[in-house]
T-cell receptor, first 110, second 114 residues
Framework: GQNIDQPTEMTATEGAIVQINCTYQ??????LFWYQQHAGEAPTFLSY????GLEEKGRFSSFLSRSKGYSYLLLKELQMKDSASYLC???????????FGAGTQVVVTP | DVKVTQSSRYLVKRTGEKVFLECVQD?????MFWYRQDPGLGLRLIYF???????EKGDIPEGYSVSREKKERFSLILESASTNQTSMYLC?????????????FGPGTRLTVT
């Protein structure tokens, strides 16, 4: 079966760093996506990893280890607007079908 | 700018009604998806279409059907709505069959079945 696990909620202070872990076991692997979803809004794309290693995009970085079935999203210099749900999703085939984790709610406090 | 639109943000229907959820994308994308999102369960794929008139079942297709008569439009149909289909429904589209092409999501339709 398919299994994607991430923590339910994380709290951090403005200006701090938060790391959201995601572990996966899927029948196929064609890359791992991270999406951000603010309450009541559509998910928006943050990052994509298909090879092992770190991808950096401004304040956000994403890491992948395929052998360990593990990824993390690193949010640096947290801002209040980063309070949102972060979704880990694995592309399981070349059509781009995604299996999602349940999402991690990040709460940024002043 | 990329745009995926859904016909309604909020919808209230009665048990047994036939419900149509419409999704339109303006990016000439081949692939379109319907998900439902429930607390604690994340997004789950209902149906997928990789071309006009082509469709494939996702993980939870029971109680749903889809229609894709034109490339830009993908409809989700609840043949006889039930209370357990109360959920947030999200449509998404994606470009050609290339790894790394992200899905673009519509704003969602919150459906309540009473």
């Amino acid at each position: 079966g398919q299994n994607i696990d991430q923590p339910t909620e994380m709290t951090a202070t403005e200006g701090a760093i938060v790391q959201i872990n995601c572990t996966y076991q899927t029948s196929g692997f064609n890359g791992l996506f991270w999406y951000q979803q603010h309450a009541g809004e559509a998910p928006t794309f943050l990052s994509y990893n298909v090879l092992d290693g770190l991808e950096e995009k401004g304040r956000f970085s994403s890491f992948l280890s395929r052998s360990k079935g593990y990824s993390y999203l690193l949010l640096k210099e947290l801002q209040m607007k980063d309070s949102a749900s972060y979704l880990c999703a694995v592309a399981t085939d070349s059509w781009g079908k995604l299996q999602f984790g349940a999402g991690t709610q990040v709460v940024v406090t002043p | 700018d990329v745009k995926v639109t859904q016909s309604s943000r909020y919808l209230v229907k009665r048990t047994g009604e036939k419900v149509f959820l419409e999704c339109v994308q303006d990016m000439d994308h081949e692939n379109m998806f319907w998900y439902r999102q429930d607390p604690g369960l994340g997004l789950r794929l209902i149906y997928f279409s990789y071309d006009v008139k082509m469709k494939e079942k996702g993980d939870i297709p029971e109680g749903y059907s889809v229609s894709r008569e034109k490339k830009e439009r993908f409809s989700l149909i609840l043949e006889s709505a039930s209370t357990n289909q109360t959920s947030m429904y999200l449509c998404a589209s994606r470009g050609a069959r290339l790894a790394g092409r992200e899905q673009y999501f519509g704003p969602g339709t919150r459906l309540t079945v009473t």
